[in-house]
C-alpha cells in the first residue's frame, strides 16, 4: 500500500498464479489434485470441499528439506525472504530442453552482488500449462544457478515445471545448488500478465505447513507506483 495526502493507494496486483483445477500439470508421479464437495449447501445447509493436492503441485514454493535433510521446512522460511522487488529476466527464444546458460543472462549481473533478492526466468512456457507441452521445458544450467546464489539471490522463480530437467542426464543441480544453500525455489509461475524485463514486487507466501518441504502458493506482483510532487502533496 502507498500512503498520500488523499489516503491510501492500493497497488494494482498482477495474479501470477495458474488456476488450480483437474487440468493442472503436475510432475510425472507426484499426487494428482482435488477438490471434491464434502457436504453442500443443498445438503447440508452449508458448503464444505475436500481437497487434496501435493506439496509442489501448481504455482508453487520448494523448501530447503525438498532435497536437503534437515533443511529449513515451508514453515521456517523468514517470510520477508518472499517478497520483495524481483526482476524478470527475458528468456524468451528457449526451445524445450534447451540449456539456459549464465551468459544468457550475465549481463543483468554486472557486480558482485545482485540488485535484486529475487530473480524470476521468463521463458514463456506458461501458455502452454496444462498441455503435453508444458513437460519439456528449457532448463537452466547449473553453473548460472550457482552464480547467482554468489550474488546472494535468495529466491529463483520459473514460469516452468522445474528449473531442472524432468529426470535429467544433469540431475538436480539447481535444486541441490538453491536449496542446498538454504534459498528456496517458486516453480510454475503464470507469467501472462507481465513483460520480459519488468522489475515488480512480488508475494510469494506459502500455507504454514509444519514440518513440510514446500506448498502451493498464490503469487501476486504489483508496480512500485511512483508517487508525484502533486500527489504527496509537496
Ligand atoms: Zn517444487
Redesign the pocket.
Known sequence: MFSTSQGVLQPQLIDISHKLDSRIST?PGDPSFACIPFSTVEKDGWSVHSISIG??SGT???APS?LKRNGKTVDEIPLNMLIGRARIIDVTGKSASSKITWKDIQSHFPHSSSPWRIVILYTGWAKYWGTDEYLSYPILEKRAAEELIAREVAVLGVDTL?PDAIDGPDGYGV?EVFLGADKV?V??LNLTGLQPGDEVMVSFLPLKLAGCD?SPIRALAWKEREVSRGENGL
Do not use: P
Request: proline share 0%.
Open positions: 510432475y506439496s509442489h508453487h514454493l520448494d525438498h522445474s535444486h525455489l516453480e510454475n514446500g
